[in-house]
């Protein structure tokens, strides 16, 4: 089966987001909407095993995989054929409509959900507004949710992220929403989680430093 079929079986239907894009290179002129700064060649494995290879990144405002052909950006869709996307050394597993990192698969495995928020403005009615923030980033046609919002190509505005740590145990994926909260998931240990994050000055909102927690205690649980 060529490539050129496999997308189409892939993304039976596509939305265009007509982002402005350099033509005569691959950085992104407007990355703040992103999660990696370059579109980069990726695997989206499908669950029939078949691969297909396309210039791939992730929209942390409308949490969608994206592509890049022919200088238009298009939305992933189909997630239910999809197993695991991978993008730059980093693997990515679809988790309902969005797809989420991973970033543990052990039998206790960590996930991180990748989000971002549009802080300025926040609907087309603000759009004649300014911000005196200097990290900004401009986007000519954007898709929240069901809606399309146009912007004025030189409208300033300011995306926000905001990440959520998955911590998934027994099959059930829970959000970590604090220390407190996340030590719950480990009662069978806790004593013994609390004092290794105390050793080593941890913080659960570091992604590394989770890592390194979820790690130690399914090293525990040999």
Known sequence: MSVSRNIAGLFLLLFSLSLKINAQSDTILIPEQFLFPEFSPGVVKMKNGEKVVLNLNYNVVNEKMVFRQKNRIYDMVNYSSVDTVYIDKRKFVPVGKVFYEVLVSAPVSLFVQHKGTVKNP?????????????????????????????????????????????????????????????LKFFSDRKNEIREFIRQQHLDIENYDHLINVVNYYNGLSL
């Open 122 to 182: 926040s609907r087309p009615a603000a759009y004649g507004s300014t911000s005196d923030v200097s990290s900004s980033s401009y986007i000519n046609n954007m898709r929240i949710g069901n809606d399309v919002f146009r912007m004025d190509e030189n409208q300033e505005i300011i995306i926000e992220s905001k990440p959520v740590s998955w911590i998934r145990k027994n099959n059930e994926l829970h959000a970590v929403i604090n220390q407190k909260h996340f």
